[in-house]
């Protein structure tokens, strides 16, 4: 018996190295963690959410891909008697390694009874895939909705491309590749929105450079926590000097040309200053809506647009209502 014993002592104490060791053998410890840690976002719907949801259809899980088993999307639609109906292509954030299109649902859902149809895609995660993987799947989406835009009853002449967090990095460089051709050659996609039919993006809370999030860290454990999802990302440890990482920094990697734009993030840990750098360059390229709020106003954390209790989201949804109707083409 009590050899038995001393066998599974040292079997467990044999799982904590390695288990430990892991952590810094492989990113996939802490991307475990962080999908773990978003999993059901952090969506608190309006008031009036549903009223907003008697208003639209919802498709759920829509294949566009058979490559990857994430390649699906929801296809929410504005049911009123507007004839003008602008599309958004939304995607969601995760820190490249985690969230779902379910996260976004609501939000997506509220922005549809408003007169707009969205497409919310879900791509496939870093570590199981690394870059550019998720954005070519976003170029797969983008093809397969456009090829079946009559199917769908969608108008692709009249677009918006979204996203939060992750996803607003993911949006801005896709939507830099439409507008410029040769943006980032180590995308391998091409051009395959035509840039007149982009009336905007809107980028929530998103990182514009990965390399300076993570050497600009607030801890050694928020460093540690970056490194480790740049590394699943980009598929290399010592990745923040790749040419890939460059040309995904929308600060360091400038668009020439770019649609007009809609771009928030919250005051406390989120990537505010980022979030205003890149608006301070965009203003000297297009038109840009900048929403950010002062700490006097309270303090609001990373993706505080989803919290549609609070008084900040609710002037933010507003804000971005007033950019979607200020920018969409009449009849």
């Given at each position: 018996?009590?050899?038995?014993?001393?066998?599974?002592?040292?079997?467990?104490?044999?799982?904590?190295?390695?288990?430990?060791?892991?952590?810094?053998?492989?990113?996939?410890?802490?991307?475990?963690?962080?999908?773990?840690?978003?999993?059901?976002?952090?969506?608190?719907?309006?008031a009036?959410?549903?009223?907003?949801?008697?208003?639209?259809?919802?498709d759920?899980?829509?294949?566009?891909?058979?490559?990857?088993?994430?390649?699906?999307?929801?296809?929410?639609?504005?049911?009123?008697?507007?004839?003008?109906?602008?599309?958004?292509?939304?995607?969601?954030?995760?820190?490249?390694?985690?969230?779902?299109?379910?996260?976004?649902?609501?939000y997506?859902?509220?922005?549809?009874?408003?007169?707009?149809?969205?497409?919310?895609?879900?791509?496939?995660?870093?570590?199981?895939?690394?870059?550019?993987?998720?954005?070519?799947?976003?170029?797969?989406?983008?093809?397969?909705?456009?090829?079946?835009?009559?199917?769908?009853?969608?108008?692709?002449?009249?677009?918006?491309?979204?996203?939060d967090?992750?996803?607003?990095?993911?949006?801005?460089?896709?939507?830099?590749?439409q507008?410029?051709?040769?943006?980032?050659?180590?995308?391998?996609?091409?051009?395959?929105?035509?840039?007149?039919?982009?009336?905007?993006?809107?980028?929530?809370?998103?990182?514009?450079?990965?390399?300076?999030?993570?050497?600009?860290?607030?801890?050694?454990?928020?460093?540690?926590?970056?490194?480790?999802?740049?590394?699943?990302?980009?598929?290399?440890?010592?990745?923040?000097?790749?040419?890939?990482?460059?040309?995904?920094?929308?600060?360091?990697?400038?668009?020439?040309?770019?649609?007009?734009?809609?771009?928030?993030?919250g005051?406390?840990?989120?990537?505010?200053?980022?979030?205003?750098k890149?608006?301070?360059l965009?203003?000297?390229?297009?038109?840009?809506?900048q929403?950010?709020?002062?700490?006097?106003?309270?303090?609001?954390?990373?993706?505080?647009?989803?919290?549609?209790?609070?008084?900040?989201?609710?002037?933010?949804?507003?804000?971005?209502?007033?950019?979607?109707?200020?920018?969409?083409?009449?009849?």
């Amino acid at each position: 018996m009590k050899r038995t014993f001393k066998i599974i002592g040292i079997c467990l104490l044999l799982l904590i190295i390695v288990g430990g060791g892991s952590i810094f053998l492989s990113p996939r410890p802490v991307t475990w963690f962080l999908k773990k840690s978003f999993a059901g976002g952090i969506e608190v719907e309006a008031a009036d959410y549903g009223i907003a949801k008697h208003k639209t259809t919802m498709d759920t899980d829509i294949e566009y891909s058979s490559k990857y088993k994430s390649s699906t999307f929801d296809l929410i639609k504005y049911k009123g008697d507007l004839k003008y109906v602008p599309t958004i292509f939304w995607i969601h954030g995760g820190a490249f390694v985690a969230g779902d299109k379910n996260d976004v649902r609501k939000y997506a859902t509220y922005i549809a009874s408003h007169g707009y149809n969205v497409v919310n895609i879900n791509y496939p995660l870093a570590p199981s895939v690394a870059y550019p993987i998720p954005l070519q799947q976003i170029d797969q989406a983008y093809k397969f909705v456009k090829k079946n835009a009559g199917k769908y009853r969608l108008d692709l002449n009249n677009i918006y491309i979204a996203g939060d967090s992750a996803g607003a990095q993911l949006t801005a460089q896709f939507v830099s590749i439409q507008m410029n051709k040769h943006y980032s050659d180590t995308a391998k996609i091409g051009q395959s929105v035509d840039p007149n039919t982009i009336r905007g993006a809107i980028l929530l809370c998103g990182p514009y450079d990965m390399k300076e999030v993570q050497t600009n860290a607030s801890s050694r454990f928020i460093k540690f926590v970056f490194k480790r999802v740049g590394w699943a990302y980009f598929g290399k440890y010592n990745w923040e000097d790749e040419k890939m990482t460059k040309e995904t920094s929308l600060l360091r990697n400038v668009p020439e040309k770019f649609v007009s734009t809609f771009i928030t993030d919250g005051n406390t840990g989120s990537f505010e200053s980022q979030g205003k750098k890149f608006a301070t360059l965009l203003e000297k390229r297009t038109g840009v809506k900048q929403v950010f709020y002062s700490k006097s106003e309270g303090k609001l954390g990373h993706e505080y647009q989803f919290q549609m209790n609070t008084k900040a989201a609710q002037n933010t949804f507003n804000e971005l209502l007033n950019f979607l109707n200020g920018t969409k083409v009449s009849q």
